[in-house]
Each structure stands twice: as structure tokens, then as C-alpha cells.
């Protein structure tokens, strides 16, 4: 009961960030993604600058910190394609991921996140976006495999690779409560919930 409540504690500071003007939200996204890209261009500049300038002298000396477990992993992007669908690569023998050793996968992925609806395991139809939503071709993608990227085939998938979760919530198409209830089904099924992710971009 107490790690329900913590759950829909989360997920309700979460999603009260996304109920001011959406329109606004693209438009301070996009010139985000503007100063971001020149800032970053200005930091590469200063950098070669001073690297051209400087030796570096590289030593092993000084603290030591193990790395986790699970620093490596996987972006776990819905996949569209016949024949690389979480329900077919469960089956797979062996699993082409298994090699990797990866420590964590990121479901469903990263933009995709942001269209997807959970219990179909697909994107959502634009019919079912919120009012305020600019439909969105890139994501208007039928099924035409009835390929099975849900809960279960995840869960399939990551036990087979001994791989924890790192849940990539809707907050553009969706809602808390829906999303809510994405993080109890997952648990139902198993799977830990303690890593969220929210994807800020939109386009």
C-alpha cells in the first residue's frame, strides 16, 4: 500500500507539470533545443581551444569508485519492423541482446514514449490524442504484423537477459492516472519499478 501511494505521489508532481498550455510547451522545446545545440557548439570550441593549448597527463592515482551494475544498457525504441518485435526476439535462440550484458533496457523507448499507449503495446491513434495535440505523422503507424511489443513480451525479454527497467512514461498524449495505472500493471507482472524517465522532447 505504502509503495502504491508513493507511486501515484510520483506520477501526480510529475504530470502537474504538464497541465499548463501545450503550444507554449513546443514552442519553449523547440528554442530549448536551439540554445542547447549552440551552447554545446561553444563548449566544443572551448574545448579544442584549450586542449591545443594544454598537456594532459593522464595517471590511475587517486580515488576509486566501482561502477554499477547496470550503467550499461539498452534503448529498448518500439520496434515496427517484422521480425525484431519483443514478441519475436523472446523466441529468439539464441537472443541476439545476450552478448551484450546489458544491465538495464529503456521501455518503450525514448521519443516514442510520448505516443505510445501501453496496454495496446503500439502507438496511440491520432483520434486519441488530447485536444491541444498537433497530429503527428511520424507515429500514425498501423500494425500491420500484429507485432507484440506489450508488458508481457517486454517482461519475456528482460528476464531472458537478466535486465531491469527503466520505465519512459507518456507525458505529451496521456495522463497521470493512465500512466499510473502502466507503472501498477507493471509490477503486477513482476517487473521493479524504480526508475522513471520523461522524454521533454516532442518532435
Known sequence: MVQNTKINSTLSGLFAKQSGNR???QWKCKHQRIWLLLL???IQLTMQKFLIAQTITVALSGTVRAMPDDIFGLNGTNTIVQGSSW???QTANPHPFCKLQLGNIRYPGGQVSNWWNW???WFLNPPEYPAGITFHPAYDITNPFSLIN???AFKANSDLLNANPIWSLNTLT???EYQTAFMFAARAKGFSVKIL???LSII
Open 150 to 152: 506489450g508488458l508481457d
Open 87 to 89: 514478441g519475436e526476439l
Open 23 to 25: 503550444a507554449i510547451e
Open 197 to 199: 524517465n520523461l522524454v
Open 40 to 42: 554545446s557548439i561553444a
Open 174 to 176: 496521456s495522463n497521470k
Open 119 to 121: 496496454k495496446r503495446g
